[in-house]
């Protein structure tokens, strides 16, 4: 048992076993490029794995269920040279629930040679439209599109 466990032991907690996909085609996170996608959604309902109960008291279930969906945490590096040029992020994506509609998000940074943000399809979005089945995502500095990267589903 490592410190942490024995820490939370201690208080009378416990973690849980981790969740295991019955899927091997998943992972935490890609790096292409200069690009880190780091994405995640929670198990499906069938699969047994509580979503539900209140976390010290300050978050009621409603808003638990608000926060469930995808989180994409893109971050970039450069290109060198560009590093004077705002950031566009353009992330299109389809649900399971909207069929062949293609939806966007454009998410904007200032000028810097390096940095992140997070995309949320969440909340009444996605408890509405579903899990995302398949994303791209373009990235530009100034008006200039430098790179695009895209799920094996996109098409």
């Given amino acids: 048992m490592g410190k942490l466990e024995q820490k939370l032991s201690r208080m009378g907690h416990s ?7 019955p899927s091997p085609n998943r ?11 780091v994405s995640g959604h929670p ?7 509580p979503l539900h109960g209140q976390v010290g008291g300050a978050v009621s279930e409603e808003d638990q269920r608000n926060r469930l969906g995808h989180y994409y945490t893109i971050k970039w590096d ?14 299109q994506y389809r649900q399971a629930a909207s069929g062949s509609e293609v939806r966007q998000m454009e998410v904007k940074a ?15 979005s996605y408890l509405e439209g579903g ?3 398949a994303w791209h995502l373009s990235f530009y500095r100034g008006t200039d599109l ?3 990267r895209q799920s094996y589903l996109w098409d």
């Fill in 15 to 21: 973690l849980p076993a981790p969740f295991d996909y």
């Fill in 27 to 37: 992972t935490g996170c890609v790096l292409a490029g200069g690009l880190l996608f």
């Fill in 43 to 49: 198990p499906p309902a069938d699969m047994g794995v």
């Fill in 78 to 91: 450069g290109p060198e040279g560009r590093e004077n040029e705002a950031v566009r992020l353009v992330f």
């Fill in 110 to 124: 200032p000028a810097g040679r390096k940095g992140h943000r997070e995309i949320q399809v969440i909340g009444p």
């Fill in 131 to 133: 899990r995302v089945l």
């Fill in 146 to 148: 430098i790179e695009t």
